[in-house]
């Protein structure tokens, strides 16, 4: 009976932990004139994008995987239903975006990188995508950009919101 206790505490732990990265929903939230919730559901109103596969490559340049079945909608297209809070088109240079993940793990892309190059065109918001035949991750929201050359950089699993800022 005793041993039954031992099994049931790193069982409940692997669960949270394993949990812990899963996203359904996220905010975009900051100098905007309302936050915007996107749910799971939300983004399938929005035009699809897919991708056969991606290889993840961290910032050696090394191999760490691969996803495939890649579904997802571009992070344009979202950001096309908030107003950014802007006292005039030149300031938007100053603003930035942080891509928190529920694990805390942050990125950071400038305004200009998304609305003023082609990264903008690639940027995705993933509403699904295989990591290997027994594994998917779908129905957990992430972001990816296939234009990066480390891609596992900017690999945001489990993201929770997008905090739109400005440089003081």
Do not use: C
Not at 4 to 33: D, T
Not at 75 to 102: G, H, Q, R, W
């Amino acid at each position: 009976m005793h041993n039954i206790k031992y099994l049931i505490i790193p069982l409940l732990f692997l669960n949270f932990a394993v949990n812990a990265q899963e996203s359904k929903q996220f905010v975009i939230e900051g100098k905007i004139k309302a936050p915007l919730t996107v749910t799971l559901n939300n983004l399938s109103a929005y035009k699809s994008v897919n991708l056969d596969s991606m290889t993840i490559f961290n910032h050696l340049m090394q191999r760490k995987g691969s996803i495939k079945n890649i579904k997802g909608v571009l992070l344009k297209d979202i950001l096309a239903k908030v107003e950014i809070d802007a006292a005039s088109p030149k300031t938007l240079s100053e603003y930035y975006l942080v891509f928190t993940a529920t694990d805390n793990y942050k990125v950071v892309y400038s305004w200009n990188e998304i609305f003023n190059s082609p990264i903008g065109n690639q940027l995705m918001i993933l509403t699904g995508y295989d990591t290997d035949p027994n594994k998917a991750g779908k129905g957990n929201i992430a972001v990816i950009t296939p234009g990066d050359f480390a891609t596992g950089r900017r690999f945001v699993k489990g993201l929770s919101k997008i905090s739109i800022l400005q440089v003081n």
